[in-house]
């Protein structure tokens, strides 16, 4: 500090203050929101903290300053005990059918993408069983989906619990939906499907939204307008309180999954929409027994909501331990405000 310009010693402070919000980030997988929420809600900006990290090192790298220790560390720590922002690498392999099954999760945003008419939810159905039908996936777990859906997509077996919805080329020998303690909207279904010979139990989950709404997510996109200080304190307290809130109701949710897999004779995959991101409490949780089709063959960022000012990965594919994942992908297919995700599961 001594070496460093006036200039250099407030961004070094600066420097610090982002070094403790990532502290908190990076601590938050660890951390039950329902105890402490302040991690769980920077987590939801990791990838921001972490670039703005990366710039901190290269304006101190330029000056040829020892400050740049601060941010190579937490940009260290990060690489080494972090659940990866980015694969740089993708597993492709061509699969025997008869150990083999592929899987595609979408959250359908209710078909509302063009608009609430009916006309309008007409015409995303459609679509997308025409575009589901083209993908040929063995097991499709939609959530979100409408009643009356079922009628358009043309799979032998299907297990529908309100807007919670599983297809399957193989047969479903019995299903169920998971009660939640606190009464929600969402919910978390169940199928028992024998794939080549074996029973897997899919579970397809939707976990509690943050319940933002259009004026909530106008506010996070229009930095460059005039907004008034006192409409950005109640507003960003609002959006603080909702995820608080959801982040808690998921532990709750998330518990009652756990306990109803560890009860489960067969081996389980989980997937769907979790509503969080990769560094939370939630995904640490959900992912303790089980590995992310992402992370093991997947490239890129693997984001699969973009409505806000960087993309999101909070839809997932979780397989067992024993078994591995090719050909992950995420879909482009403009038919919700999320992206489907689909692989390849290869059984053992």
């Given at each position: 500090?001594?070496?460093?310009?006036?200039?250099?010693?407030?961004?070094?402070?600066?420097?610090?203050?982002f070094v403790l919000l990532w502290f908190?980030?990076?601590?938050?997988?660890?951390?039950?929101?329902?105890?402490?929420?302040?991690?769980?809600?920077?987590?939801?900006?990791?990838?921001?903290?972490?670039?703005?990290?990366?710039?901190?090192?290269?304006?101190?790298?330029?000056?040829?300053?020892?400050?740049?220790?601060?941010?190579?560390?937490?940009?260290?720590?990060?690489?080494?005990?972090?659940?990866?922002?980015?694969?740089?690498?993708?597993?492709?392999?061509?699969?025997?059918?008869?150990?083999?099954?592929?899987?595609?999760?979408?959250?359908?945003?209710?078909?509302?993408?063009?608009?609430?008419?009916?006309?309008?939810?007409?015409?995303?159905?459609?679509?997308?069983?025409?575009?589901?039908?083209?993908?040929?996936?063995?097991?499709?777990?939609?959530?979100?989906?409408?009643?009356?859906?079922?009628?358009?997509?043309?799979?032998?077996?299907?297990?529908?619990?309100?807007?919670?919805?599983?297809?399957?080329?193989?047969?479903?020998?019995?299903?169920?939906?998971?009660?939640?303690?606190?009464?929600?909207?969402?919910?978390?279904?169940?199928?028992?499907?024998?794939?080549?010979?074996?029973?897997?139990?899919?579970?397809?989950?939707?976990?509690?939204?943050?319940?933002?709404?259009?004026?909530?997510?106008?506010?996070?996109?229009?930095?460059?307008?005039?907004?008034?200080?006192?409409?950005?304190?109640?507003?960003?307290?609002e959006i603080s309180t909702k995820i608080?809130?959801?982040?808690?109701?998921?532990?709750?949710?998330?518990?009652?999954?756990?306990?109803?897999?560890?009860?489960?004779?067969?081996?389980?995959?989980?997937?769907?929409?979790?509503?969080?991101?990769?560094?939370?409490?939630?995904?640490?949780?959900?992912?303790?027994?089980?590995?992310?089709?992402?992370?093991?063959?997947?490239?890129?960022?693997?984001?699969?909501?973009?409505?806000?000012?960087?993309?999101?990965?909070?839809?997932?594919?979780?397989?067992?331990?024993?078994?591995n994942a090719y050909n992950f992908e995420?879909?482009?297919?403009?038919?919700?405000?999320?992206?489907?995700?689909?692989?390849?599961?290869?059984?053992?």
């Open positions: 500090m001594k070496n460093l310009s006036l200039l250099n010693k407030l961004i070094y402070i600066v420097n610090i203050v908190f980030a990076f601590l938050a997988p660890y951390i039950n929101p329902q105890e402490f929420s302040f991690g769980a809600i920077l987590a939801i900006g990791y990838p921001m903290l972490l670039l703005t990290h990366v710039l901190f090192a290269l304006y101190w790298l330029v000056r040829f300053k020892r400050a740049i220790y601060l941010s190579l560390a937490v940009i260290t720590a990060s690489y080494l005990w972090s659940v990866p922002v980015i694969q740089t690498k993708n597993r492709f392999k061509a699969l025997a059918k008869d150990q083999s099954f592929s899987i595609l999760s979408y959250n359908t945003q209710s078909f509302y993408y063009l608009g609430g008419k009916k006309e309008n939810v007409g015409s995303v159905k459609e679509k997308l069983a025409h575009y589901l039908s083209q993908q040929n996936t063995d097991i499709i777990c939609l959530q979100e989906a409408r009643k009356g859906f079922e009628t358009m997509v043309s799979y032998p077996h299907k297990s529908i619990f309100g807007y919670n919805q599983i297809y399957s080329k193989y047969e479903i020998i019995d299903a169920g939906v998971l009660e939640f303690e606190n009464p929600s909207a969402n919910t978390c279904a169940f199928a028992d499907v024998i794939i080549n010979y074996d029973t897997v139990r899919i579970y397809n989950l939707h976990l509690e939204s943050f319940h933002l709404v259009n004026k909530d997510y106008n506010l996070i996109k229009r930095w460059d307008d005039e907004v008034s200080e006192n409409e950005v304190k109640a507003k960003t307290q608080s809130k959801a982040s808690s109701k998921r532990v709750a949710q998330i518990n009652s999954i756990l306990t109803h897999t560890k009860q489960s004779p067969y081996p389980s995959l989980l997937c769907g929409d979790f509503n969080d991101v990769s560094q939370s409490y939630i995904y640490r949780k959900l992912s303790a027994n089980h590995t992310d089709a992402f992370i093991a063959s997947g490239k890129g960022f693997g984001a699969t909501f973009k409505k806000l000012l960087f993309p999101f990965r909070i839809d997932y594919i979780l397989y067992p331990n024993a078994w995420v879909l482009e297919i403009e038919l919700s405000d999320h992206q489907a995700i689909r692989c390849d599961i290869e059984q053992k």
